[in-house]
């Protein structure tokens, strides 16, 4: 069995499962998820991909952690051999991220495993992409004003824009890592994609939305959407999806809202720094799209 360790809002926790998923279907066995993360995480809406999409999720029970990792399955010991000095006590079962950019040793695993990390790089999924794309359908249909929305998506030559703020600026830890996009990143970005696109209508996607009415400056037509709040907020990488085109932030939320457009044409424009810590995100940008 392959057992991923998920964390983190919705778009982490689907590069975790992608990650996941694909070891298990490349070693032939069953994946499993360990939540016991969520317990005391009070960040986004805790775990959401069996609320709000179509995959097959089997959640690891402790006795499953116990017979994969033996002494190394309780929580504390598995926090403390994530620390470099004492990865070499992990054993083979145990297989934390090295680095964030793509590490080659993973198509190298050949046993059960649990995985720790984030492996947010399109190249863990790659070969199994059509199998990560129908795991990653939406459950619910769009309805309302939000089924207007994607009308008009396909009507128009549609951008996506997403401004994350949020916990890039109320979360101390989160804000040490994660630089906020710059103005100058979105306007470059949308001069690129005006450049490129014919007539282009931008769909603002923000978590402070008012911030982005008052501070982006775009002289194309323009909706700001805001109203998928909470528990709803998936809506709005249901709807990113439906564009033709994309400016994404640093945030793993609008880069899979990104992914799951199907447009072979999509010009995906994405921020040169997504870390303020110097970590190597080489990896982290599928190749077709821009970083500016």
Not at 123 to 136: A, N, Q, T, V
Not at 188 to 196: S, V
Request: aromatic letters at 14%.
């Amino acid at each position: 069995m392959v057992i991923s360790q998920l964390l983190g809002g919705l778009g982490n926790q689907m590069f975790q499962y992608a990650a996941g998923r694909a070891l298990s279907m490349t070693l032939g066995c069953p994946l499993l998820l360990d939540l016991s993360g969520f317990k005391d995480y009070s960040l986004h809406n805790g775990f959401e991909i069996d609320r709000v999409m179509r995959s097959q999720v089997c959640i690891a029970k402790p006795e499953q952690l116990r017979e994969l990792l033996g002494w190394r399955s309780g929580n504390l010991t598995r926090k403390l051999l994530r620390r470099l000095p004492f990865r070499r006590v992990c054993g083979r079962h145990l297989v934390v991220e090295p680095h964030f950019n793509y590490w080659t040793g993973f198509n190298k695993i050949i046993d059960s495993s649990y995985l720790v990390g984030y492996w947010q790089s399109e190249k863990y999924f790659k070969d199994f992409e059509l199998s990560i794309r129908s795991d990653f359908e939406f459950k619910r249909a769009l309805t309302g004003e939000n089924l207007k929305i994607s009308s008009l998506m396909k009507d128009y030559n549609s951008v996506s824009l997403h401004v994350r703020r949020g916990d890039y600026v109320t979360h101390a830890a989160t804000a040490k890592i994660l630089n906020l996009c710059s103005l100058d990143y979105y306007q470059e970005a949308i001069d690129h994609i005006a450049a490129k696109v014919t007539s282009p209508r931008f769909f603002v996607f923000s978590d402070d939305p008012q911030w982005t009415r008052n501070n982006l400056k775009i002289a194309f037509p323009t909706q700001y959407i805001d109203r998928n709040f909470g528990s709803q907020n998936y809506i709005d990488m249901q709807l990113m999806g439906q564009c033709k085109h994309h400016i994404i932030a640093n945030s793993s939320f609008s880069w899979w809202g990104a992914w799951l457009n199907t447009n072979p044409n999509k010009l995906v424009v994405a921020p040169r720094n997504w870390f303020g810590n110097g970590i190597n995100d080489s990896d982290l940008i599928p190749r077709e799209w821009v970083r500016l």
